[in-house]
């Protein structure tokens, strides 16, 4: 199980860098680059999940997709910190902006995948 979780942590964390390097180049100064990576990756997280609820899947694969790919490839650990950057440099509207905008819109993605997921999977 292990090596499951650890196969999928790295192509989830590759898969983070990879966009993450490619959208902080137009990022602005404000950390679109996590937001995109913390919504696509509840969105997923979620078609997955209601994907499984209804498939019987080995535990090796639900493993490798919603702890190793996702837990990988989402960032909310790198949320923390820029929000705190951005509380520090004193752009307080920019963090509340930030804080509320992963929070909403990771929860409406992962009610969006779970319904994507019952019809396309």
């Known amino acids: 199980m292990i090596f499951w979780v650890a196969l999928g ?15 902080q180049r137009y990022s602005g100064g404000f950390p679109w680059n996590t937001l995109l990576i913390n919504v ?7 078609m997955f999940m209601r994907y499984t609820l209804g498939t ?3 535990p090796e694969f639900r493993a490798f997709v919603a702890i190793g790919i996702c ?13 705190m950057m951005l509380l520090r440099d004193g752009q307080w509207s920019r963090a509340a ?12 993605a992962v009610f969006v995948g779970f319904a994507v997921g019952k019809v396309v999977l």
């Open 9 to 23: 942590s790295a192509v989830g964390g590759i898969g983070r860098y990879l966009l993450g390097g490619w959208m």
């Open 40 to 46: 696509s990756g509840s969105l997923l997280l979620g």
């Open 56 to 58: 019987p899947s080995r």
């Open 71 to 83: 837990g990988g490839y989402t960032t909310f650990s790198t949320f923390s910190y820029e929000t």
């Open 97 to 108: 902006g930030y804080v509320l905008a992963s929070t909403l819109l990771s929860l409406v």
